[in-house]
């Protein structure tokens, strides 16, 4: 009964949280666009622990992706015409600190300067399910929806790889999908290849002649994907869905946007206010996350489980485990990384104060981690530990709602995954020359 209470309590509190994360739109000024404002130096907050910011991973697991990484470096990002390009594909599951993709957006776009743009990765139809999405793309269609998060609480919740499901009403229905580069970056996301995910009696899906010349690809289907190979890059296209035998009453989860280099893939997937409970009540997404073969699952949650005033600990940590464990039986050979949340703050009488339950979260994915060897990446120590809400608040690192963050507050966690990758990834190969 006990267990049943703070899962009431959290997801009360989590669907509270949604609809607030549904309200943090951040305007796009030339800072948010910009290349040149993409770093944000570490060093210019004290309490930034810069000397820690390694992944710490003591039974090695993550040697078979920094050998990768090696090779990729070696490649420089050269485009591929005469045989298949490597490709390093990186899936970092999250919560609304995610869905928003300033964070992630940053640590995707230093990765691939440094090893190789192999392309944008998941983007997920986000606003055709009423929520929030990131600002580089934009998905639209010309028929509604009946969407579906693993947040909501229905007994038919079909939410697959990326969190969400959306159902069109119209079998005969469109996607426009359009990339939005980033002005003044070298980095471009032209595709030429897209990576369909849906349910195995969704609908079949196909290119129109308006973008892509209809005899200049070739498409194959199976149960959770459609890939479609087009001849000429572009950045935007529109993909036609059509009823056929039984492919008409299913549902639609993203779609992967890749191109032809070597280089690293960065999917990043987040659903506002998740928990590690709710990425693991369902199986398809951790079982569909091995069609995007992936070489590192980066896992950020945590913060949403901090709702609870008084942390149980068990609690958390079996919920962690129904998540992971499944990730583990899709992908058995890909290391995965646990990340710890960093610090908000929690309102009561009318006032902010530090949220003293992320320390227990942090212990528990920590213990998590130790206890099932897998990688972990302590943000929570490494950006100021306890009361460190106080710092990022007199630094303007926090939206007002004390929840979320500003767009310089996502990237400099953004820059400490990356640097913290990099770092660790270098002294790997000094110890192994």
């Given amino acids: 009964m006990k267990m049943k209470t703070q899962h009431t309590y959290i997801t009360a509190l989590a669907m509270l949280l949604t609809c607030m994360a549904m309200l943090v739109v951040l305007p796009v000024t030339k800072a948010t666009t910009h290349s040149n404002q993409s770093y944000v130096d570490p060093m210019r907050y004290h309490f930034v622990n810069t000397s820690r910011n390694f992944i710490s991973d003591p039974h090695g697991t993550l040697n078979l992706f920094y050998d990768n990484l090696k090779i990729l470096s070696s490649l420089k990002g050269a485009e591929t015409t005469n045989s298949e390009p490597i490709q390093i594909p990186i899936i970092h599951f999250g919560d609304s600190h995610t869905q928003g993709g300033y964070g992630t957006e940053v640590t995707r776009r230093q990765l691939q300067r440094k090893f190789g743009n192999a392309g944008r990765g998941v983007v997920t139809p986000l606003k055709l399910s009423r929520s929030n999405e990131p600002r580089d793309y934009s998905i639209s269609s010309n028929t509604s929806f009946v969407a579906t998060r693993i947040v909501s609480r229905t007994t038919t919740n079909n939410a697959g790889i990326t969190g969400i499901c959306i159902k069109p009403n119209n079998t005969n229905s469109q996607f426009q999908i359009s990339l939005i580069d980033t002005p003044d970056d070298p980095l471009h996301y032209d595709f030429t290849r897209v990576r369909a995910l849906h349910s195995p009696n969704a609908p079949l899906i196909t290119t129109d002649t308006q973008n892509i010349n209809q005899n200049s690809f070739n498409e194959s289907h199976n149960d959770c994907e459609t890939i479609i190979e087009l001849e000429k890059p572009c950045n935007k296209i529109t993909l036609q869905t059509y009823a056929h035998n039984n492919f008409k009453a299913g549902e639609f989860y993203g779609f ?115 206890d099932k060897k897998l990688a972990f990446y302590d943000l929570y120590n490494i950006m100021g530990g306890a009361n460190s809400s106080l710092l990022l608040e007199q630094e303007k690192l926090l939206r007002p709602d004390k929840i979320h963050f500003t767009i310089e507050g996502y990237k400099l966690q953004g820059n400490l995954l990356y640097s913290a990758l990099i770092n660790s990834y270098d002294r790997y190969i000094r110890e192994n020359n």
């Fill in 256 to 370: 992967s946007l890749e191109n032809n280099h070597n280089g690293v893939i960065y999917h990043s997937i987040g659903v506002n206010s998740a928990t590690y409970r709710h990425w693991g009540l369902l199986t398809k997404p951790a079982q569909q996350s091995a069609v995007l073969c992936p070489k590192l699952i980066i896992v950020s949650l945590g913060a949403n489980e901090t709702v609870a005033r008084n942390v149980e600990k068990d609690v958390v940590y079996q919920q962690i485990h129904s998540f992971i464990a499944k990730l583990r039986v899709a992908n058995p050979k890909t290391p995965i990384v646990l990340t710890t949340p960093v610090e908000t703050m929690r309102r009561s009488n009318g006032r902010n104060y530090p949220n003293k339950s992320y320390v227990e979260v942090t212990e528990v994915i920590k213990q998590y981690a130790v």
